[in-house]
């Protein structure tokens, strides 16, 4: 019996960087709010993250997921599985309250901690994890909960 083995192909193309490197959780949100469709930022949940390369340049960004009102899904392995395809040594995700609430929710702690737990273990960093709304923005990193 002969036997056909499907080759993987891993491939990223990197077009372009960031002009300059995230050092603030201010200049995250810059960055997070430009990706953010401002027509639904205020109407359901969204979930993206910001890649970064070892010099905290922006490599580019991903749709991780969308979902209702107060509630998105998210896949960790897809997460992490984008930063390991595109050579990332960190990464910053960014989700939104429709509620314009920014304070972190007890699901929002509990991925925050998955994340990171997993990041110790693929040598990857989580630098920071933003809530956002059309109004502002909320840092784990600024509260020291990373």
């Keep these: 019996m002969e ?3 499907n080759e993987i192909q891993v491939s990223y193309t990197s077009k372009f960087l960031s002009p300059h490197p995230i050092s603030t959780s201010n200049e995250a949100f810059r960055y997070a709010i430009k990706i953010w469709n401002r027509d639904t930022i205020d109407l359901f949940e969204e979930f993206k993250v910001l890649y970064l390369n070892k010099s905290n340049m922006v490599i580019g960004y ?7 009102i107060d509630f998105c899904s998210v896949d960790v392995r897809l997460l992490l599985s984008v930063a390991l395809t595109t050579n990332s040594t960190g990464f910053i995700i960014v989700h939104n309250h429709p509620s314009g609430k920014l304070m972190p929710s007890a699901a929002d702690k509990k991925i925050t901690k998955q ?32």
């Design 3 to 5: 036997t056909t083995i």
């Design 62 to 68: 991903y749709s991780l997921g969308k979902g209702g």
């Design 115 to 146: 994340i990171h737990d997993c990041c110790k273990i693929m040598n990857l960093v989580l630098l920071d994890h933003l809530i956002i709304s059309s109004s502002g923005y909320f840092s784990f990193m600024d509260e020291c909960m990373i």
